[in-house]
């Protein structure tokens, strides 16, 4: 099972990974290379490792983001790039304000590949005003995941609705850092955990 990690990439050399990275095809969208200097996509990657298990699977990184202040690539080509290189599953913890009509068309056409999302962090009603992308996609391959804190409720800054399909914990969730391990919250680490999850329960079938 191929899955994607698209956020803001990876050192492929860190030993923590080593075994369950695909042989080729990581692709960097960003133009200053693959290892993740920011942090955010070693602690999701870290997550889907967690919870996958021992399913028969391999992250394939993406990086569009290089996190701060850095350039964002065009989330578009690296969501198309995850589906031309044969990921089953999408994960994209995070998005932004407003439709983006390619976007849509990439993730609607893959129909064999599930893209696991993030709810966002604004605390919005999404029933009330769906304004997230890709979360807001009525696409039946969408999965948007919500983030719960450590007392199982909601987590404040989490987005709702009924367009939620999963909720998973994301509140001082630690994970692999470039450097060590450490916390972070947020519906991104839940999207991870979900992601994990999701894959752990193929690898029976």
């Known amino acids: 099972i191929k899955v994607a990690v698209v956020d803001t990439g990876l050192n492929l050399k860190d030993p923590r990974f080593e075994s369950v990275l695909c042989p080729t095809g990581h692709r960097d969208f960003t133009g200053e290379g693959i290892e993740d200097r920011h942090g955010?996509?070693?602690?999701?990657?870290?997550?889907?490792?967690?919870?996958?298990?021992?399913?028969?699977?391999?992250?394939?990184?993406?990086?569009?983001?290089?996190?701060?202040?850095?350039?964002?690539?065009?989330?578009?080509?690296?969501?198309?790039?995850?589906?031309?290189?044969?990921?089953?599953?999408?994960?994209?913890?995070?998005?932004?304000?407003g439709p983006e009509p390619r976007e849509s068309d990439i993730i609607a056409s893959a129909e064999n590949t599930t893209f696991v999302v993030a709810a966002g962090n604004s605390a919005t009603d999404l029933d009330a005003t769906c304004n997230y992308f890709p979360a807001c996609y009525p696409l039946k391959n969408i999965s948007v995941v919500g983030a719960l804190g450590i007392d199982g409720k909601r987590f404040p800054s989490s987005s709702f609705g009924k367009i939620v399909d999963s909720w998973e914990l994301g509140q001082s969730v630690v994970s692999t850092l470039p450097s060590g391990d450490g916390a972070l919250s947020g519906s991104s680490i839940a999207t991870a955990i979900h992601t994990g999850k999701l894959v752990n329960a193929k690898k029976n079938r």
Not at 54 to 71: E, Q, R, S
């Open 40 to 97: 955010h996509g070693t602690h999701m990657a870290g997550l889907i490792k967690r919870y996958a298990g021992d399913a028969n699977y391999c992250l394939l990184i993406v990086k569009y983001f290089p996190g701060g202040t850095g350039h964002v690539a065009e989330v578009a080509r690296a969501l198309e790039y995850a589906v031309e290189a044969g990921a089953r599953f999408v994960n994209f913890s995070g998005g932004g304000l």
